[in-house]
Nanobody, 124 residues
Framework: QVQLVESGGGLVQAGGSLRLSCAAS????????VGWFRQAPGKEREFVSA?????????YYANYVKGRFTISRDNAKNLVFLQMNSLKPEDTAVYYC????????????????WGQGTQVTVSS
């Protein structure tokens, strides 16, 4: 069992950067896969990035964020980060972190634990 809380969202101009954090309690991230998803108003929740916490080299990104976003973790502090650079207005969404036991998944239906989300707004 794990509880997740996202933070780090805010308002930023296009081209700027934000770093989102996902803090876990109850259990550590050491035996979990963790993913980031986002949902814009009127749109379905979509995959952004994921990693296997025990293997930091195994990272995955949606095509539209490759080269701009970086997922990382600090297992000792039970934290997963999403560094977002070169932000675009179309990145505006509520960003959620999610966790599941085992291998990484690109489907939100495979994740058992979810945070409440943090708002990211990118102005033109």
């Amino acid at each position: 069992q794990v509880q997740l809380v996202e933070s780090g969202g805010g308002l930023v101009q296009a081209g700027g950067s934000l770093r989102l954090s996902c803090a876990a309690s109850g259990r550590t991230f050491s035996n979990y896969a963790v993913g980031w998803f986002r949902q814009a108003p009127g749109k379905e929740r979509e995959f952004v990035s994921a990693m296997i916490t025990w293997s930091p080299g195994n990272t995955y990104y949606a095509n539209y964020v490759k080269g701009r976003f970086t997922i990382s973790r600090d297992n000792a502090k039970n934290l997963v980060f999403l560094q977002m650079n070169s932000l675009k207005p179309e990145d505006t969404a509520v960003y959620y972190c999610a966790a599941r036991v085992g291998s990484v998944s690109f489907s939100l239906n495979d994740y058992n634990y979810w945070g409440q989300g943090t708002q990211v707004t990118v102005s033109s």
